[in-house]
């Protein structure tokens, strides 16, 4: 089959096997050109198939030599539908981790279920022994209570008033209005129970019942606080009360384990392109207009230069970087330095005050977008059929 692209309500609903395995070993190539960190040994990422996961796992497996397990819930292709993105880019990094003689093995299923953690610390247990380092990393619509079968759904929405703002068609660069009425309470605690730090300590828990949480490990969860550009939608309404909730399990956790010396982090990042993003009311612009200032003055970063930052300078220093007030560890740092976030707020409010019909800046984002599904990767012949099974 053919691959093209096919986006509908700033969604991708295709792959390219090919462009995901290209951009895989691409992160792979910028990691092995950078020097070594002297890491994890044996590290457990829940959402390791995309975006800052999946980087997660590059810069453990091939910068730290790393044995690694991921978790994820991705589907296969079919005769008639690509497989999903992660799907692909998994096969692609087990594929390299293995050619390499690393360690590497994936639990496809629904995280939060019971049955998904059983599997994966059974493996752990077979291949791998306890793990020194956990890394969750979950963005999910919904989830299913392992104790009561009740299904929660999250929502991105604003809290106390209704938000107007602006949205960007990533296809055609359109801009338009948008309307986001309040949350309601349900609404708010259900994003928390789906996107919160819950399952992240359920996580921790289960792994130290069953001895295979490392005495002195690490645990971090990224989170994000943005700027008032986007706070109403984001920091401010549902999405961020979740954040705040992950933000506080950090401490439970520390708390909680603290005789067994876990080490739990939060890791605040910078706002890139990903699935999730794509879809936020005025975050897709809002990273359109970042992207085209921070790529003018040098600043910009991707998935996996972010976590090399990460593992290189915080995680694993022998001189780590300094926290923040509340104890986080701000890799957005050069998104939130004062000149940059004033040049995309003069162009924000440019836009506010012309309403152009085309947002140019939104090609940037549309080329990442791209890449991250597979397409307009360099060297992929996209003219070629290929197997999406």
Not at 127 to 153: F, K, N, Q, W
Not at 170 to 184: C, F, N, P, W, Y
Not at 198 to 225: F, K
């Amino acid at each position: 089959m053919k691959i093209q692209p096919r986006i509908r309500n700033n969604m991708c609903l295709t792959a390219h096997p090919d462009g995901c395995r290209e951009q895989v070993r691409e992160q792979i190539a910028y990691v092995t050109s950078q020097p070594s960190i002297r890491g994890p040994k044996r590290i457990l990422i829940v959402g390791a198939s995309n975006g800052y996961g999946l980087a997660a796992r590059i810069v453990s497996a091939f910068s730290c030599g790393a044995a690694t397990a991921g978790v994820f819930l991705e589907k296969p292709g079919s005769a008639r539908r690509t497989a999903t993105v992660g799907w692909y880019n998994n096969l692609a990094f087990e594929q390299e981790a293995h050619d390499s003689g690393l360690v590497a093995f994936s639990v496809n299923g629904d995280s939060f279920s019971r049955e998904i953690k059983e599997e994966t610390i059974q493996r752990l247990r077979d291949e791998m022994g306890p793990v020194d380092c956990v890394l969750y990393s979950i963005a999910a619509p919904r989830r299913i209570d392992a104790d009561t079968g009740e299904m929660y759904s999250s929502v991105v929405k604003p809290i106390g008033q209704r938000f107007l703002g602006k949205t960007v068609d990533i296809k055609t660069g359109a801009l338009s209005d948008v309307v986001a009425e309040s949350a309601t309470e349900d609404e708010i605690q259900e994003t928390v129970k789906v996107m919160g730090g819950e399952d992240w300590m359920d996580w921790i828990e289960a792994l130290h019942n069953q001895n295979m949480l490392s005495r002195g490990a690490a645990t971090l969860a990224l989170s994000y606080v943005g700027p008032s550009i986007t706070a109403p939608i984001y920091r401010d309404g549902t999405m961020g009360r979740a954040k705040q909730h992950l933000e506080a399990t950090a401490d439970s956790i520390n708390r909680r384990f603290v005789d067994h010396d876990v080490r739990a982090t939060i890791s605040v990042n910078k706002a890139l392109v990903t699935r999730a993003s794509a879809v936020i009311p005025s975050v897709t612009l809002y990273i359109s207009l970042l992207y085209a200032v921070m790529k003018r003055k040098g600043l910009h970063e991707g998935c996996i230069q972010q976590m090399y930052r990460l593992f290189r300078d915080y995680l694993y220093s022998a001189n780590p970087k300094p926290l923040d007030a509340e104890g986080r560890i701000r890799l957005d740092d050069w998104e939130m330095r004062e000149d940059v976030q004033h040049e995309v707020a003069a162009l924000w409010q440019q836009i506010i005050d012309t309403s152009p019909r085309h947002v140019s800046e939104i090609d940037e984002f549309r080329s990442e977008f791209l890449r991250h599904h597979g397409f307009e990767m360099p060297g992929v012949d996209y003219d070629q059929e290929v197997e999406i099974t």
